[in-house]
Each structure stands twice: as C-alpha cells, then as structure tokens.
C-alpha cells in the first residue's frame, strides 16, 4: 500500500494531538474538526478500505471504539455523535489509510450533515439477501 499521511503518522513522521494508542490501534484528533473533539481512529496495519482489513486488526479497532466514543461524549458533553468510516474518494474517502471518525454533533449547525436518499426495498430484496448472505458466507 502507497504511504499516506496516516501511516507518517503512525511512524511518528508527522506529529498528531493523540487520544489513544496500542499495539493495533491509534487515535488522534483531527485535524480539520467538524466540531470540537472530532476523534479519528486508525488501525496501525496498512489497509485502505474496511473490506481490506484483516480480521485482527479489525477486532482491535472494535475492541476499543466504544471506549473512544465513550471519551468523546465525556470531554465534549455531547450526547448526540456519529461513527463515520469512508471508503474510496466517490464515497468521500480522501485518506487511504482506514479510519473512523467519531463526530460529536452539538447542533444542528456542527457535526455531520447527512443527506439520506432513502428508497424502498424492491421485489428482489429476498434474492437479493439471499446473494448477499452467500457472499458473506465466502468472503
Ligand atoms: P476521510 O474523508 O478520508 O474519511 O477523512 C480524512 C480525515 O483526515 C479528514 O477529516 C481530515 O481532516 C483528516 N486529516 C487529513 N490530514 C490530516 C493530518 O495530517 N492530521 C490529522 N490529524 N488529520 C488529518
């Protein structure tokens, strides 16, 4: 995987604000917030989408991830968050390294504004599970 601005991160090349870190896991703050205590959480293994990742590192991220929100909601006072995780640039990824964001949301105004297209399941929708379930079955 090419180098990113995380993994410099990771190797102490680029200096963050660090929230957490062990042996598979890092998280800092980010560093265009999109409201105060906007938290990233990376795996220290190289992957640059979720489906990528291995099922270790996976677990390490899973493992900690409540505990960051839990800091997030403590130190900012929000009750209200998102967990966000983009893969590739079509769905907003601009780093491609994995990582969490965990997001407070204050307000209306802060935080993550979501446009939220929603349709409606088809016809197909139980073949289409039935497709998905088989391919989780393999991946
Ligand atoms: P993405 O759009 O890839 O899901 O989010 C990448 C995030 O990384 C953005 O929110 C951006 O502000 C953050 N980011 C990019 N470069 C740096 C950096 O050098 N340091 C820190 N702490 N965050 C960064």
Redesign the pocket.
């Known amino acids: 995987m090419a180098e990113t ?1 995380f993994s410099k ?1 990771i190797s102490g090349a ?1 200096p ?2 660090r929230v957490y870190e062990d042996e598979h896991v890092l998280s ?5 917030p999109l409201a105060p205590g ?1 938290t ?1 959480v990376i795996p220290k293994e190289p992957a640059r989408t979720l489906d990528e990742l291995s099922d270790e590192a996976a677990a390490a991220i899973g493992r900690v991830l409540p505990r960051l929100c839990r800091a997030v909601k403590r130190v900012t006072g929000c009750a209200a968050y998102n967990v ?1 995780q ?1 893969n590739e640039a079509l769905a ?4 491609f390294h994995v ?1 969490f ?1 965990i997001i407070p949301k204050p307000d209306e105004q802060r935080g993550l504004g979501v446009r939220w297209p929603s349709g409606s399941l088809g016809a197909n929708a139980a073949e289409l599970a039935r497709r998905l379930a088989e391919a989780a079955r393999g991946a």
Request: include cysteine; charge should be negative.
């Open positions: 601005i991160i680029i963050c604000h800092f703050l980010d560093i265009a906007h990233l966000l983009n907003h990824q601009a780093v990582h964001h």
